[in-house]
């Protein structure tokens, strides 16, 4: 008797489909999607000739899919692995099952489906490679790099023998830009910030890209930013726009004092705040509080600072 129902196979869960950057193997179903606009995941890789696992973060998409009935194991992964090779994905790590047993493979990714978002989770998903004993095991990871990042593609298969069936846990990762502009600093965070540490970085400030002009989200930090001024008359202040490493630097300079300068004269236009209590600089990527190496750390370097004067 099972311990749970058996799935429908003739059709797919409602709602789902396949990702576009990668179909199931024909005949397949997919019994359960889920992912994230950003978040991060850990994805195999190989480290002296070992896999390992590695945590990369970008938009997630996880697929889980019952393959044909009577379709082997091997077979559904080869297929996936020339797919991958043949769309230019460089392969970081892959296994059969004789390798993968050797490796210990399928025990570094057995918690990996119940680490990741689900519509919902059921125990299929909990338990594809539970206790790292499932038969039939194969791996693949590959990854292909492009302008804004690498993508990541992991497909991890075992055999459910009662059904005769392949379980295929298939995730993707794309590169993912943070929007911005989403937490605002109060008032009195920005009195206690200029007064303890004389300054804070604004993140609630946002421009359209590579452009000075500022967002209408903006409106809500900018009239903190007024509220503060105002509690302090007699506090002047460097109003400093900071950029990331993208792009030339002397081009950033220019774009970082435009957008220091569109904050100042909209503190003054907008809020009365007179313009000579206010001195806008610029200072592209001079002083980045993050890794430019990351869009983690990029996002932070994008800032706007008061500076006490």
Known sequence: MQAHAQPNFSKDIAGGSDHPLLHRYEGSMLHMYGGENMGQVRVVDTEAGKPVLRKVEGKTANRFYWGPKGRSALEIH?????????AGFKILYACETDQCEKDKAQRLVQELPREVNWKSSDAYINSIFNSANQPRFHLVSAAKPGPGGSTYVMVALSEYADYQRVRQFVQIVEPTVMEGGKVTVDTRAIQDGLQRDGKVALYGVTFDTNKAVIREQSSEQLEQMAKALQAQPKTKVFIVGHT???GEFEANLVLSQKRAQAVAD???GKYGIAANRMMPRGVANLAPVGSNASEEGRAKNRRVELVVR
């Open 266 to 268: 909209a503190l003054a």
């Open 244 to 246: 990331d490493d993208q």
């Open 78 to 86: 080869r297929n996936y692995q020339q797919a991958l090779s043949a």
